[in-house]
């Protein structure tokens, strides 16, 4: 498999249990601002988005939580499952410049 | 069955040689861009194009070179002055262009894995 993610953060959670993947971001200019899921070995899958007019925004099974007095971005998985166990990364945008994080493993135990 | 394409998956290349990787979008997306992943770190932009017949250094582009003569077509061709290349390229697309804001979501292709005998 790939190599993308070693050293990473990890976050394990039991299967069921609600996940909380945090993220800072850097520019307050920034507004806009994407969550991704990355597998292993594939090229990452955007998940859900938020622009900065908004500070929270449900998908299915996830919420997107946007904190800009703090410069915080978060993403909750409800009733996580085996399948969502990847790298998540978030990525800021401002101007025409996006900035992704390194990101964080998910790993979901059984 | 839309969406962007990269090839090959996995890919080796001797000291010396230049390599082309290949990557394919049928969205009708005007911009695309070019990534390097290593362990542990952010994506790094290579390269991107706003618009067919033009593109632009991104903030690590020594090394490689890119063309953009088809909308739907974004070739990396990684040199042998690029002294680290190992790497996982990604590329992505996005609605963008040159009226394109920062609302543009980018979205990637599978990937191809470089390695460096």
């Known amino acids: 498999g790939e190599s993308v993610g070693l050293h990473l953060p990890t976050l394990s959670v039991q299967e069921g249990d609600n996940s909380i993947i945090n993220c800072a971001y850097s520019n307050s200019a920034s507004d806009y601002f994407i969550w991704y899921k990355q597998e292993s070995g594939k090229g990452p899958q955007f998940i859900i988005d938020i622009r900065s007019n908004m500070d929270k925004r449900q998908g299915q099974r996830v919420t997107v939580l946007l904190n800009k007095t703090v410069k915080h971005l978060s993403l909750q998985i409800a009733a996580t499952q085996p399948g969502d166990s990847a790298v998540y990364f978030c990525a800021e945008s401002y101007g025409q410049n996006f900035v992704f994080g390194p990101g964080t493993r998910l790993s979901v135990l059984p | 069955d839309g969406g962007i394409t990269q090839s090959p998956k996995y890919l080796f290349r001797k000291e010396g040689q230049n390599v082309t990787l290949s990557c394919e979008q049928n969205?009708?997306?005007?911009?695309m861009y070019w990534y390097r992943q290593d362990p542990g770190q952010g994506l790094r932009l290579i390269y991107y194009?706003?618009?067919?017949?033009?593109?632009q250094k991104g903030d690590i582009a020594e090394g490689y070179s890119v063309s953009r003569e088809k909308k739907e077509s974004f070739p990396l061709t990684v040199t042998s002055a690029q002294k680290n290349p190992t790497a996982f390229y990604l590329c992505?697309?996005?609605?963008?262009?040159?009226?394109?804001?920062?609302?543009?979501?980018?979205?990637f292709g599978p990937g191809t894995r470089l390695t460096v005998l």
């Open positions: 992505a697309s996005s609605l963008g262009g040159l009226a394109g804001g920062s609302t543009d979501t980018q979205y």
């Open positions: 969205l009708n997306h005007d911009a």
């Open positions: 194009s706003q618009i067919v017949n033009d593109f």
